[in-house]
């Protein structure tokens, strides 16, 4: 009987610590893996602003075209990168490069924007651009379709209109009549400039920014990938066929926004930069782990 018991005592002890031990090898199983889930966030990270510090100086010390950037002296990369947001990967990590001037400027918000909001929510053209017109001028007398203090003060918005000539930030359209629900950054930039680059809009932008066709559009884009020194040629064209010429000049910024996202073994880590490179400021910079 007691060799029984004893027994009995050994069996469950012997289950106990077995039991213990798988225990415990999966706790150190869900450790390693944490860990190495972490290692491979850390090496994400480290290369994503190692290639960033690398664009930057191919950046600075290489020369601008109207659609790229030519630098004979950095090995490591292609002796032109485009600035048309085109991607190309390098390493681990997928980057695109895009010119300021190839997108919609919302410094002083004007008819691109407005289409751009049209192209998303019908009928919403005159909203927009009477709403944003409210939210800049100094009075409180509000357009037919536009909104001023009272609009805000119904609608329980919390805030009123910010009154001054100028948008701080793309971001501010968000708080505006009009805007609700909309996605617009990567259509956007909110850096002052003095003219435009069709050579580095997409087809959305460039209807936007120069109220043409998809169809016109699209054959800029052909003209681009297959023929770019017959683009202007086929731009010039295409301004003939409407009624009023496109006022903007063509001009390239040297301002670049540079999206770098880098996955290595699952784990992903985003960088967002925007880049003054005729006066070396780096005015923007966020970083997104995933």
Request: proline share 3%; glycine share 4%; aromatic share 14%.
């Amino acid at each position: 009987m007691k060799k029984a018991f004893s027994l009995s005592i050994t069996l469950w002890m012997t289950a106990a610590l077995i039991a213990g031990s798988v225990f415990f090898i999966k706790i150190n199983k869900q450790n390693l893996s944490i860990a190495s889930k972490l290692k491979n966030k850390l090496t994400a990270s480290i290369e994503t602003e190692s290639n960033l510090a690398l664009i930057k100086y191919y950046s600075a010390t290489g020369e601008f075209e109207k659609h790229y950037i030519k630098n004979n002296t950095l090995k490591l990369l292609p002796k032109q990168l485009l600035i048309d947001a085109t991607p190309f990967t390098f390493n681990h990590s997928t980057i695109t490069l895009q010119d300021t001037s190839g997108l919609i400027n919302t410094f002083f918000p004007d008819e691109p924007l407005y289409r751009l909001v049209e192209m998303k929510k019908e009928h919403s053209y005159h909203i927009v651009k009477n709403s944003i017109e409210d939210w800049l001028d100094k009075d409180s007398l509000s357009n037919i379709n536009g909104a001023e203090e009272y609009f805000y003060k119904q609608n329980n918005r919390g805030y009123l209109p910010r009154n001054r000539s100028f948008l701080s930030h793309y971001a501010e359209l968000t708080l505006i009549r009009g805007f609700e629900g909309l996605n617009l950054k990567k259509y956007l930039t909110y850096v002052p400039s003095y003219g435009v680059n069709p050579y580095t809009m997409n087809i959305p932008t460039l209807m936007l920014t120069y109220g043409i066709t998809k169809q016109d559009a699209q054959l800029l884009i052909k003209t681009k990938k297959r023929d770019i020194e017959n683009f202007e040629k086929i731009f010039n064209q295409i301004e003939k066929k409407y009624f009023d010429p496109f006022e903007q000049s063509l001009s390239y910024s040297k301002t670049l926004q540079i999206t770098i996202s880098t996955t290595i073994k699952g784990a992903t880590y985003s960088s967002s930069t925007l880049i003054d490179f005729d006066n070396f400021i780096q005015l923007y910079h966020d970083s997104i782990n995933f």
